[in-house]
């Protein structure tokens, strides 16, 4: 497979708007609510009815208007970051999640990383990746994306070693297991780089697109050797 179909494929494993927009549980909601204030969730509250309504201007101004009064939101930075990746904006949405980055690298780390992978600045996304806390029972998407970084810097023993961690944890991403049997080949492993794709390509939900190109890597591989 073309190394740069991989990296957009890697790249669109990780979906900003969901990283962004992860539900918060009952409790969280209300503490964010009261964490607001009046004004500034009032805000916040109009500036998602605009969105679901399509008048993107209107929320960001309220967007930009909730941080001035609580700029500790991270909803609300989370929020406007996307309207400004969606218009184009890319540097401006950075800087925004940099800012809450600061404060709180566990919820601003991968949007981060996932726009400097896309903007191929690998070594800044393992910098940032490297702030995240590490969380109980593990982090695929955090893993995943160190390890495609380091694939693109050609540090194929730390790629490895990110995707087994992310795969240890989420074995149903296809995608992932393809990058990391092209990290086994450039170590010169191609005996357990099939294994891994025979094994991803075995999996039951495994998609008819996943499971075809699984089967043209292994063509690859039989190719080479």
Known sequence: MKRAALICLLAAGLPFAALAQKPLPAS???????????????????ALAAIGQGH???????????????????????????????????????????????????????PIARLQFEDGQYTAVLDTLSKMPRH??????????FGAAARELEMYPEAVEAFQRALAVDRSNAIWSVALADCLLMLGRADEARTVLQQAGARSDVT??????????????????
């Open 208 to 225: 008819p697109d996943q499971r075809q190109l699984i089967g043209e890597r292994i063509a690859e591989l039989s190719d080479r050797h």
């Open 28 to 46: 969280a909601a209300t503490q964010k609510a009261a964490e607001r204030g009046g004004a500034a969730e009032r805000d916040y509250r109009e």
């Open 136 to 145: 109980e029972g593990g982090n695929p998407w955090r893993d995943a994306l």
């Open 56 to 110: 993107l201007r209107v929320a960001e101004q309220k967007l930009n208007h909730a941080l001035s009064i609580a700029p500790q939101d991270d909803d609300a930075r989370l929020t406007l970051g996307q309207l400004m990746i969606d218009d184009g904006r890319r540097s401006d949405a950075l800087r925004l999640m940099l800012e809450g980055m600061v404060r709180n690298p566990g919820r601003f780390g991968l």
